[in-house]
């Protein structure tokens, strides 16, 4: 259970720098003290589905983007893909447009 707190916790963190929020400011628009915002994003407290969705309309995205960011063909995420999905859940569209374009090239040279 640690585990998915902590992976919910640094997805919200994710998404919220993503959108340029401070934690403050999540708190302010989920309705929730900066204080369970800290603890969420740090792992050490889980959330009610009510603060879930809550936390997720404050950040503009599904519930669902807040545990599992992409899976593979057995439908469970690899600790690898949510590293990487983690990571780009908190970049800018120019940040990911330019990480497109190197991934592109990356993966031509590869072939």
């Not at 407290?45 to 603060?51: D, E, I, K, T, Y």
């Amino acid at each position: 259970m640690a585990d998915l707190r902590k992976r919910f916790g640094k997805l919200v963190a994710a998404h919220r720098r993503r959108c340029g929020m401070t934690q403050y400011q999540l708190a302010e628009a989920a309705d929730l003290s900066p204080t369970m915002i800290v603890r969420i994003e740090n792992g050490s407290s889980g959330a009610r589905f009510p603060s879930i969705e809550r936390i997720a309309d404050a950040l503009g995205v599904d519930p669902a983007e807040l545990f599992t960011p992409g899976s593979n063909r057995q439908g469970r995420a690899s600790a690898v893909r949510i590293d990487i999905d983690t990571q780009l859940a908190a970049l800018s569209d120019k940040d990911l447009s330019w990480i497109n374009d190197l991934l592109a090239v990356a993966l031509r040279a590869r072939g």
